[in-house]
């Protein structure tokens, strides 16, 4: 970060939230790069939207989509990666359990992971195996990966290798279960996209439908419907069909949406 940016994170927790959210989206930007790319596209976007439409109303959710979109790219690479974390985990588990049945240290089934496992568990996984070369305890190299990859099974497999290590046990035998549970709920939440893909595309259509019926109306006639840019009253129309396309959409993604 810039060192006059510094301070500012340390006092501003929204802040310090967008870098640990670009942290956990792999995404090797700067806060100083989101915030330059959020203003520069709600400026631009802005300054764009108002030169066509010559509408201040639109102009101004042009400007706040602008600035919302770096973000909203960045939560959607971090829900691939974290999706994709979730899906290779059990093959990196599996890694670390042979590691520990031919009698390796669990560093270096970290290690192992680390080498021959898929991305992005092997970056996480080798980020533990260093921080803990570095003198950083165990424990808190696994609470830092719990807190940086927050899903469910990676909280699971942290509390059970810190358990083990208060209370021993066979921790290869707990890492085979766990590995066949994170498989099966994995599985089974491929079933349940399978069978909510009739309402994902029904919420797409629903939502993309009336920008099709309203480019087709203005390829046909565009001074029929240019009113509703130029009159103050189709303005006002405007925002609210937009805030209410926006509310369904987010209300069937809702519905749609299953926690396993």
């Known amino acids: 970060q810039s060192p006059w940016l510094r301070p500012i994170i340390s006092r501003i927790p929204q802040l310090r939230d967008a870098e640990f959210l670009l942290q ?81 240290p669990l560093s270096a089934g970290f290690k192992m992971a680390a080498d021959d496992g898929p991305e992005p568990v092997a970056g996480e996984f080798r980020r533990v195996f260093e921080e803990q070369r570095f003198g950083l305890p165990l424990q808190d190299s696994l609470l830092g990966m719990a807190d940086r990859i927050n899903l469910v099974d990676v909280r699971i497999l942290v509390t059970a290798i810190l358990i083990q290590r208060e209370v021993g046990g066979n921790l290869a035998e707990i890492l085979d279960n766990l590995a066949a549970v994170v498989r099966a709920r994995f599985t089974i939440r491929r079933q349940v996209r399978v069978y909510t893909a009739q309402g994902r595309m029904t919420g797409y259509l629903l939502s993309a439908l009336p920008f099709i019926i309203f480019s087709i109306l203005y390829a046909l006639n565009a001074k029929y419907m240019s009113i509703l840019f130029t009159d103050p009253v189709g303005q006002v129309l405007i925002a609210v069909a937009l805030s209410m396309q926006l509310f369904g959409f987010l209300w069937i993604r809702k519905i749609i949406k299953i926690e396993i």
């Open 24 to 104: 956990q989206a792999g995404i090797t930007w700067t806060v100083q790069t989101l915030l330059t790319l959020s203003v520069g596209m709600a400026l631009g976007l802005g300054i764009m939207t108002l030169i066509l439409s010559r509408s201040i109303t639109v102009s101004v959710l042009a400007t706040i989509i602008g600035a919302l979109l770096p973000s909203v790219y960045v939560r959607r690479k971090r829900t691939k990666r974290l999706n994709a974390f979730e899906e290779f985990l059990p093959e990196s588990i599996d890694l670390v359990g042979r590691a520990l049945r031919a009698g390796h």
